[in-house]
């Protein structure tokens, strides 16, 4: 079949008249709404395009004649002769006062949402001032998103700006000061600019061409529509790429265009990419690219996928892309053996990351040094780096990506999306080229979350001590490897939790569909494997008759025992059992209280591990204007990395946080993959603890790179032959988390998380992360949810649709956080970001059971409870 062509938009030299922040201003008229205004032809970017123009996240909110509104839904025949004030035109006092309140409260982290919020914030307290309530703003909030936060400090702050309570702005300091988040004032006024704010002159605009089919054969794309279009200076296809035409973290199986003859695998693949003047041009001449396909059914179900003889994708010769297994001891003999044994079928979803910056390229070539600078928001610019070369067939030394600090990631950007074609483009034209997705494009091209189907088998004793667990998952991959099997593998990996088990038989399949593809996102198959584990436990503690924090005691691994795969763990464990101790009064109070309650004990490795050789290296360089560079290899995505190495280098240094700048880029080589993990703060602290004793021990002369490097090269795979008790991550951390419910409203009334992060290198950011994940992870355990129909296209396509909690919505979250240090870890850290949901959704679970009764396996899950018949 061939594809339909859109009707154009209308296009004409009219134009619209209004005030901008005091200015007069004139656009044209044929933008789709008022933020392409600002952004595309005014050049104002304080307001942001997380969705346009669904207006479904608040990013873009101004005022309009004193009242707010979300631009991306207003349209310019509306705000004729009106005026509009975005956050550029507020008072510049006004400004600062909330920018103070956000920076000093750390009520932001990637920063993308925060001037919409703001902006509505000002209209709040401009109209109730101390009068406004905090359950109030939560509802005014309600047209807004922020994924990082849990939207707990976002609330401290406009409260201290309604109430007119000063805050100190602390300026970050060494190990363990509460100081603010790297560039918190420049972001909260939307003043450090994220890719698509970042303008150059002559830059032209691309827009991708997706397939309209999961999986079909390609017989012909037909661009001579689209390169007629108004505006267009070039299209791009498979033909055009003179290097690898595959691109992959870990498997070169991701091709950057689907060549004629060769045949789609999901519905996020790339056809053809058209560059045009302006954006607006970009996007409607990509809809003229004609293709006509020859539809094969695609293979949807992971279950049928496993043997089918249809093979999914493209160039491979089977759908199975991975199998992780280990097994200790006889665990058929210890499972008959016990008095006690449960057996579940657990499920869980696919969910999208819902990052607010929809990804983003910007290429510069540079025509007298034939190189050219790659601005990128990716979790891993070095990879970005290698694969644009080997791309464009290039000399790594010829192209230079710089990390620009992103708008959110949670894994969602790890993965190449539009940088490689916008870097072809660039460079074959020899002018930049910038390329943003739409939210839709967003939705179908980035990995995400897999949905894994777990069948668990768990006996005890009559004590309650496990004596043997077995697992097996099969998880939906989609179309590409991205980091799938490491997924699935991970999932394995921590199947049996934060618990000794003696005997254990485990194994993990990630299967190749035509479904979105899946990949990284906080949790990273820990998540999924522990709902189910921990499932289990709370089944086999109503069969004993005793409460699931008793349960957990008894189980809890230990310093010296022998974890899941066969590791024995150090003394960084003991804050699995510390947490477990910290929650205790507030559990029994609870409890007391007559509350229906649930907890979740959950454990989350930092770093790679599985016998990977990571290394990573920083540099610190004093320059002759008095600053201090440190350069390290970790993309900034709102979990602090960049203020990690900032406070490192006061701890170390002894100098001014206000005398170091930050910097990511590819001119040294010093990233080796992807940030993800949890391995940043962790790896970025040692590397650069390291280049500042370098620099200290050689007095710390000027305009010298002074190199620190760290490496982990003591871990083994995953059921290594002939290792016994392998060392499969070198640390992990570890969280409590409990769930308060009201038994007649089923409604959470509060979320207890007590964390251990073996030091606490900034507590403010550590507990922002741990609200940020809370929040994610009930919105995992209750609402969320990224299905995809019977061809592979996924259903909802807005943010809106995904079921992610509002500000009204989220429960007080109380944060507690241990330091339990991890031995051979610098500072003792063991990371927050992943471990945060971990616990969640079992502990929601668990609530939900205590109230009413029933049992929850899949996710995500209701009141009223699911089709369980347990």
């Known amino acids: 079949m061939t594809d339909a062509v859109l009707t154009p938009p209308q296009m004409s030299g009219d134009t619209v008249s209004f005030i901008v922040n005091g200015n007069a201003v004139t656009v044209a008229s044929d933008h789709p709404h008022l933020l392409s205004a600002l952004r595309e032809e005014l050049n104002i970017t304080s307001a942001k395009d997380g969705c346009s123009p669904s207006g479904q996240c608040g990013c873009c909110t101004v005022m309009i004649d004193g009242k707010v509104q979300v631009s991306c839904q207003y349209s310019l025949a509306k705000v004729a ?33 925060i001037p919409g919020i703001v902006m509505r914030a000002k209209a709040q307290v401009d109209k109730k001032g101390a009068d406004l309530q905090r359950h109030d703003m939560a509802r005014h909030l309600g047209a807004h998103l922020c994924r990082c936060t849990g939207y707990v400090k976002i609330l401290d702050a406009i409260e201290a700006v309604a109430q007119g309570t000063p805050v100190q702005i602390e300026k970050p300091g060494g190990i363990g000061s509460r100081g603010m988040k790297y560039e918190a004032l420049e972001l909260a006024l939307g003043d450090r600019d994220y890719v698509d704010d970042i303008r150059i002159d002559a830059m032209l605009h691309g827009a991708v061409h997706l397939t309209a089919h999961t999986r079909a054969q390609i017989i012909d794309i037909d661009t001579s529509l689209a390169l007629a279009a108004p505006g267009v200076v070039a299209v791009f296809t498979a033909a055009d790429v003179p290097g690898d035409l595959y691109v992959g973290i870990i498997h070169k199986d991701w091709p950057v265009f689907i060549p004629i003859g060769g045949q789609t695998a999901f519905g996020g693949d790339v056809l053809a990419f058209v560059v045009a003047n302006t954006l607006r041009q970009a996007r409607y001449a990509a809809t003229l690219v004609n293709v006509t396909y020859n539809e094969l059914s695609p293979v949807v179900n992971v279950l049928t996928a496993l043997d089918d003889s249809e093979i999914a994708v493209w160039n491979t010769d089977t759908n199975i892309l991975s199998r992780s297994e280990y097994a200790r001891g006889d665990v058929e003999a210890a499972l008959a053996a016990s008095p006690h044994v449960v057996t579940q079928i657990f499920q869980t979803q696919r969910v999208e990351q819902a990052f607010l910056e929809p990804e983003s390229t910007l290429a510069v070539p540079n025509t007298e040094t034939g190189t050219m600078h790659v601005y990128s928001g990716g979790q891993g610019v070095w990879d970005d780096r290698d694969q644009i070369c080997a791309v464009l067939a290039l000399d790594p030394t010829r192209v230079t990506v710089e990390l620009v600090s992103n708008g959110g990631a949670f894994g969602g950007k790890e993965d190449m999306s539009n940088q490689a074609q916008t870097a072809l483009a660039a460079w074959i034209l020899q002018r930049p080229v910038k390329c943003t997705f739409s939210r839709e494009e967003s939705l179908l091209v980035h990995a995400k979350r897999h949905p894994i189907r777990m069948e668990y088998t768990v006996g005890c004793d009559n ?231 370098a620099a200290t021990a050689d007095g710390r002369k000027p305009e010298i790179d002074y190199m620190g490097e760290y490496v982990i090269d003591w871990t083994q795979h995953l059921g290594e032959p002939g290792v016994e008790n392998p060392v499969i991550h070198s640390t992990f951390g570890y969280a409590a988390q409990m769930v308060v419910i009201d038994r007649a409203t089923q409604k959470i009334e509060t979320v207890i998380a007590v964390h251990d992060v073996g030091r606490a290198v900034n507590p403010q950011l550590c507990e922002g992360q741990v609200e940020g994940s809370v929040h994610m992870g009930l919105g995992y355990a209750l609402t969320e949810d990224f299905p995809s129909d019977e061809r592979g296209f996924p259903t909802n396509m807005t943010l809106k649709s995904l079921g992610i909690l509002r500000p009204k919505d989220v429960p007080p979250i109380e944060v507690t956080l241990v330091e339990c240090p991890q031995p051979n870890s610098p500072y003792g850290i063991k990371g927050v970001g992943e471990i945060g949901l971990v616990p969640t959704a079992p502990a929601v679970a668990a609530a939900l059971h205590d109230a009413d009764g029933v049992w929850r396996d899949s996710l995500p899950m209701t009141a009223t409870g699911s089709d369980s018949d347990d």
């Not at 509009?84 to 949402?113: I, M, N, P």
């Not at 209280?593 to 990573?616: H, M």
Request: aromatic letters at 6%.
């Open 81 to 113: 002769g009106k005026t509009v004030t975005t956050l550029e035109g507020v008072d510049e006092s006004e400004r600062q006062k909330y920018a103070e309140a956000f920076a000093a409260c750390g009520g932001l982290q990637c920063g993308f949402c």
């Open 463 to 693: 004590t309650g001590l496990l004596t043997a667990v077995r697992a097996r998952m099969v998880g939906d991959s989609g179309a590409y490897a991205s980091v799938g099997m490491k997924v699935l593998e991970r999932a394995a990996g921590h199947a049996t939790g934060p618990y000794h088990t003696p005997t254990v038989d485990v194994s993990s399949v990630a299967v190749r569909t035509n479904n979105p593809v899946c990949g990284a996102f906080r949790g990273f198959g820990a998540n999924q494997a522990q709902f189910a584990m921990e499932g289990c436990l709370d089944r086999l503690a109503e069969k004993l008759h005793i409460s699931g924090w008793d349960i957990r005691k008894l189980n809890v691994i230990r310093p010296g025992q022998v974890w899941g795969p066969g590791q024995i763990m150090d003394d960084g464990c003991i804050g699995a059992e510390r947490c477990l101790d910290e929650i205790k009064p507030r559990y029994d109070a609870e409890r007391a209280a007559g509350k229906a309650i649930g907890l979740g004990l959950g454990l989350k490795n930092s770093g790679l591990g599985n016998g990977f050789r990571e290394v990573t290296r920083a540099v610190v360089r004093f320059c002759n204007d008095g600053t201090v560079e440190v350069r390290h290899g970790w993309t900034e995505m709102g979990q602090g990395v960049h203020t990690v190495a900032l406070q490192v280098a006061v701890e170390e240094l002894g100098i001014s946080s206000d005398n170091i700048r930050v910097i990511v880029d590819t001119t040294r080589q010093l990233g080796f993959g992807q940030t993800t993990g949890s391995r940043g703060t962790l790896m970025a602290a040692a590397s650069v603890q390291r280049a500042c004793h």
